[in-house]
């Protein structure tokens, strides 16, 4: 029997929170934290019906979680107290309310339950004073990696547990375990003194051996065929390299390969023979490899349009895998036959991709969303079946998968990112602390008329339309998208038009903003990009790309019609009233103008000596006191500036200063001048490993 300084007992059960364990008749039974904490919240509020919102904010603060979670924790708990559910003893389901502990027999002990077992805080700061004085590794069961079930099915005699190896806290850019899968090697940025450092972790004790401090952007790893050595991708200024690394000695031993290009990934045949770089050069991404290590060697895949993952080989070296971008700007996974010099089609059903790793037995692994959600999946590269491995939390990538054949475990590196919506000159009619949520929420803009924020979020999982109004956020669409840009209002604020980015398609929707909703959907060039509406409010006005040059077309609603209108412009686009003349941002000439009735043109205002911010939705014109809203960017701030339209002499006037990280979604003027805009709340990292385990 465990001795504890606390208890719950009833009825012949025996609860220890401290332990996660429950007694009943001579067995002990272990039950999984946040399991125990769901028990301890419905035993406090006994005879009280808890909604699964309620349960979920009060024990999941940080994360969104599915009803799915909910149920899932209600039916473990069913399970050891042997409880029906059609005849409820202990816990009752509430039909569309929630739950409540219905047990009102005796009870062995009166206490109340300490609050570090209900509260959501105080619990989770334990759990991590816990893990540093114990120094084990960190068990994700309610943290990162899909709450739904720390133990997720994949095939159908494996499940997988999920362990975390690192505290969040370090900016891990890249990370690689040792071909023995005992060690894993990662790349770090120490903000404090601005090096790039390369730290060893031992798997089995979780301990952390820093190896190297480098002035020069450490930008890959990965471990060579034995765990002695490494290779790393270093950068400085213009030029990169790779080099080899000696672990014992802690020191470079010599340069592999050197380019002007930037050096992002680096991979490895298992039989060490070939490698594949993955550089950037004038924002294009492609593969290099090198046969044998070797420069002279080298052979370049070309047009090979990567997006996204780096590539990787298959187990004999002779095919590397990657994403690409198809010409009509959806992401696919090709495969490249290095003997033969051929590319092949894999996939086109994932979107978001951001690694692949290739399992054996014609298995691909694909970190991406496919069927709504974001997750490990696994692809038949025979077959074409897929099945989910792992789900991935809302606003969290999984990198640099690693398989191992032997245990059938999983390693990756996990990346979270956290974007809020802030303003300047709105304080006093919109609380953005109660608009932000724990997921990322952006692309933000006010709606004087209504009071209101539209704005984008990804707090389900997938990105959604929300609207913000009088302390309330209400989701306004269910479209599972992955990605929607910024939306436009019409002049009247009764419509919402917006891009959504959906399997690899990209489509225009149209939302009536009394009724909520979608009236009309329209599918665009994957390179488009909403401007503006038309003053009619019968078409929209869009920027498209074609050939690296931006021109502005009108979409008619009507009929469905796109028309180009003004070449080699963009950035902007306002219409006066009764189609008495259209301004817009001419990019090769850097200026404002405007194009009258009668077709003849002028300048409105010229930007060509202004570092001006050239992004959709940082600048804005004033009709009524004919003004221009605009970014300057300065070296260390940026600068929202308005000046007259038509003046020879400069009227500009400084408005605000804006840290040069805030990205701007919606300048204007309502009574004041006001800025909305994206800021990061927080980035963090995680070593992670899935054991595979027989169930």
């Known amino acids: 029997m465990v001795k504890a300084s606390f208890s719950i007992a009833f009825d012949g059960y025996e609860f220890y929170p401290d332990h996660n364990q429950v007694h009943y008749q001579g067995e002990t039974t272990k ?31 940080d994360i969104v979680v599915g009803n799915e979670v909910i149920t899932r924790a209600i039916f473990e708990l069913r399970k050891v107290l042997n409880d029906n559910p059609k005849q409820a003893r202990y816990i009752e389901t509430i039909p569309r309310k929630g739950y409540c502990f219905i047990f009102n027999g005796s009870e062995d002990n009166e206490l109340p339950i300490p609050s570090r077992f209900i509260e959501k805080s105080s619990f989770l700061k334990a759990l991590l004073f816990i893990g540093c004085m114990l120094c084990i590794v960190i068990s994700a069961y309610f943290i990162l990696i899909d709450d739904n079930n720390a133990l997720s099915k994949v095939h159908k005699h494996k499940v997988y547990q999920t362990t975390l190896f690192s505290n969040g806290q370090e900016k891990i850019y890249s990370a690689n375990l040792s071909p023995s899968w005992s060690k894993a090697l990662y790349i770090k940025h120490e903000s404090l003194n601005g090096k790039w450092q390369l730290a060893l972790k031992e798997i089995a004790n979780n301990r952390t051996k820093l190896l190297l401090e480098d002035t020069k952007k450490l930008t890959s790893v990965i471990w060579a065929n034995n765990d002695s050595l ?79 993952s780096y590539p990787v080989f298959d187990d004999e070296g002779k095919k590397i895998y990657f994403t690409v971008i198809s010409e009509d700007g959806s992401q696919a996974i090709q495969s490249y036959d290095i003997e033969k010099q051929e590319y092949r089609l894999i996939s086109t059903q994932f979107s978001r991709i951001t690694s692949l790793e290739f399992e ?56 979270h990112s956290n974007f809020d919506i802030s303003a300047i000159g709105l304080e006093k009619q919109i609380d953005f602390s109660k608009l932000n949520s724990h997921a990322n929420d952006l692309n933000g803009l006010w709606a004087s008329i209504h009071k209101s924020v539209f704005f984008i979020s990804q707090r389900t999982g997938n990105y ?15 479209l599972y998208a992955d990605k929607i840009e910024r939306p436009i209002l019409n002049d009247d604020q009764s419509k919402l038009a917006f891009t959504v980015l959906k399997d690899n398609k990209l489509k225009m929707f149209v939302l009536d903003i009394a009724s909520t909703e979608i009236v009309s959907e329209y599918q665009i060039a994957q390179t488009s990009s909403l401007l503006a509406w038309s003053d009619d409010a019968n078409s929209v006005f869009l920027s498209i790309r074609s ?54 043109v002028k300048v409105a205002r010229d930007f060509s000596n202004i ?38 002499e400069d009227t500009s006037e400084l408005i605000f200063k804006l840290d040069k990280q805030k990205f701007v979604t919606d300048i204007g003027i309502t009574k004041t001048p006001y800025v909305i805009y994206d800021k990061v709340d927080s980035r963090t990292s995680h070593l992670v490993m899935l054991n595979a385990l027989e169930y």
Not at 242 to 261: E, G, I, M, R, W
Not at 465 to 478: A, F, H, P, Q, W
């Open 31 to 61: 039950i999984e934290p946040k399991i125990m904490q769901v028990f301890c919240l419905l035993f406090e509020h006994k005879g009280q019906v808890l909604s699964r919102d309620h349960i979920a904010e009060q024990l999941w603060p």
């Open 230 to 308: 490494a290779y790393l991708a270093r950068c400085h200024n213009t030029q990169c390299e790779v080099l080899k690394f000696d672990l014992n000695k802690k020191k470079f031993l010599d340069s592999v390969y050197a380019t002007n290009s930037n050096i992002v990934g680096v991979a490895l045949s298992k039989d060490s023979k070939i490698m594949a770089l993955s550089l950037i050069e004038k924002g294009r991404l492609s593969v290099q490899l090198l046969v044998s290590n070797s420069k002279e060697n080298a052979l370049f895949i070309p047009d090979a349009k990567l997006s996204g």
């Open 360 to 415: 054996g037995d014609q298995q691909l692994l694909i970190a991406g969303k496919a069927k709504n959600s974001n997750a490990i999946w696994r692809l038949n590269l025979t077959t074409k079946a897929v099945e989910q491995v792992s789900s991935i939390p809302p606003s969290n990538s999984a990198f640099q998968l690693d398989s191992n054949s032997f245990s059938s475990d999983l390693f990756y590196l996990q990346k």
């Open 464 to 478: 959604e339309v929300y609207r913000y109004s009088g302390d309330e956020v209400i989701k306004l669409t269910n």
């Open 547 to 600: 050939n690296n040059v931006y021109d502005i077309w009108q979409y008619d609603l009507k009929t469905a019609q796109l028309t180009k209108r003004i070449l080699a412009s963009g950035l902007v686009v306002k219409q006066k009233a009764h189609n008495a003349g259209i301004f817009y941002g001419d990019l090769y000439n850097k200026a404002l103008m405007f194009r009258s009735e009668d077709g003849s």
């Open 611 to 648: 570092p001006l911010l050239i992004r959709p939705h940082a600048i804005d014109i004033d009709l009524n006191t004919m003004r221009a809203f605009y970014i300057e960017q300065g070296e260390q701030v940026n600068n929202l500036v308005v000046s007259n339209l038509f003046d020879k």
